[in-house]
């Protein structure tokens, strides 16, 4: 399976922001090697190709460098960290939410109050039939025509547990046990990056992938963590443009990270 979508998306902006965004690089992170993908079709916009920089996240300093790599616009797909690094495009933007600046809409206390009889339970890595069968159901319904739903059992496996990170799994079960919704996160030094979530479809009513992302704003708060990682906003895929509906939302720019409604510096 390609290094690819961690929560159904592509991707970010290429190693000219990598250099710009990082930190001093520690000794750890100047012996990593960065990799470019081969052009191929971008999954979000039609007629466009995609290429990805990618570097294997180590056992020893996986956690250290991911940190810093999350805060350059990068993400994780298994043991590696990937971000865009298309030569004509610049429609995958990184964003995050700003937990301290967080404050509720109409639209998220609706859905909080549609889903407050959920009770979450909070994992280790450790895929199970029944997210399976659920991850599977979500795929057909919802995505059908992407490679993630021909994934088997083995992939989906490799997807949640194959992570040199501090991953864990959360379960989101109705007041009857059932599983609901499933998020697959990584635990940063500053927030909770959100790698794949997926829920029951048949549920539209609850807005569950929204419900997911609200409850990592109050999972952050509980650790005293500053940021709720989204992945790419995406302006031109209807898939990915909702991010932009959750407030306190900042983008990453060649300055560094700013409010998503500030104008990009070009």
Same mark, same amino acid.
């Given at each position: 399976?390609?290094i690819g979508p961690a929560d159904g998306?592509?991707?970010?902006?290429?190693?000219?922001?990598?250099?710009?965004?990082?930190?001093?690089?520690?000794?750890? =992170?100047?012996?990593?090697?960065?990799?470019?993908?081969?052009?191929?079709?971008?999954?979000?916009?039609?007629?466009?190709?995609?290429?990805?920089?990618?570097?294997?996240?180590?056992?020893?300093?996986?956690?250290?460098?991911?940190?810093?790599?999350?805060?350059?616009?990068?993400?994780?797909?298994?043991?590696?960290?990937?971000?865009?690094?298309?030569?004509?495009?610049?429609?995958?933007?990184?964003?995050?939410?700003?937990?301290?600046?967080?404050?509720?809409?109409?639209?998220?206390?609706?859905?909080?109050?549609?889903?407050?009889?959920?009770?979450?339970?909070?994992?280790?890595?450790?895929?199970?039939?029944?997210?399976?069968?659920?991850?599977?159901?979500?795929?057909?319904?919802?995505?059908?025509?992407?490679?993630?739903?021909?994934?088997?059992?083995?992939?989906?496996?490799?997807?949640?547990?194959?992570?040199?990170?501090?991953?864990?799994?959360?379960?989101?079960?109705?007041?009857?046990?059932?599983?609901? =919704?499933?998020?697959?996160?990584?635990?940063?030094?500053?927030?909770?990056?959100?790698?794949?979530?997926?829920?029951?479809?048949?549920?539209?009513?609850?807005?569950?992938?929204?419900?997911?992302?609200?409850?990592?704003?109050?999972?952050?708060?509980?650790?005293?963590?500053?940021?709720?990682?989204?992945?790419?906003?995406?302006?031109e895929s209807r898939k990915m443009a909702?991010?932009?509906?959750?407030?306190?939302?900042?983008?990453?720019?060649?300055?560094?990270?700013?409010?998503?409604?500030?104008?990009?510096?070009?």
């Amino acid at each position: 399976m390609d290094i690819g979508p961690a929560d159904g998306e592509p991707n970010g902006r290429g190693e000219g922001l990598w250099r710009q965004s990082r930190r001093p690089a520690t000794l750890a =992170a100047s012996l990593h090697q960065f990799f470019p993908t081969t052009p191929i079709a971008c999954p979000y916009v039609p007629g466009r190709t995609e290429r990805k920089l990618i570097v294997e996240l180590g056992i020893n300093d996986g956690d250290r460098f991911y940190g810093d790599l999350s805060r350059a616009g990068f993400r994780r797909s298994h043991r590696f960290a990937y971000r865009p690094a298309c030569r004509d495009c610049a429609a995958c933007v990184p964003v995050r939410i700003v937990v301290a600046c967080f404050a509720h809409t109409r639209s998220t206390r609706r859905i909080r109050n549609a889903n407050r009889d959920l009770v979450t339970t909070l994992m280790p890595a450790r895929a199970t039939p029944e997210q399976f069968r659920l991850f599977s159901a979500y795929q057909r319904l919802r995505h059908g025509d992407s490679d993630m739903a021909t994934m088997s059992w083995g992939d989906y496996r490799s997807m949640v547990e194959d992570s040199p990170v501090r991953t864990r799994i959360a379960e989101f079960r109705d007041g009857e046990g059932n599983l609901a =919704a499933t998020s697959l996160i990584d635990l940063l030094d500053d927030g909770i990056s959100a790698v794949y979530s997926f829920y029951d479809p048949l549920r539209r009513k609850r807005s569950l992938g929204s419900w997911s992302i609200l409850w990592l704003v109050e999972e952050c708060r509980r650790r005293n963590l500053a940021h709720v990682y989204l992945g790419y906003w995406i302006g031109e895929s209807r898939k990915m443009a909702y991010k932009a509906r959750f407030p306190a939302l900042e983008s990453l720019t060649a300055a560094g990270w700013a409010d998503f409604s500030a104008p990009m510096p070009r």
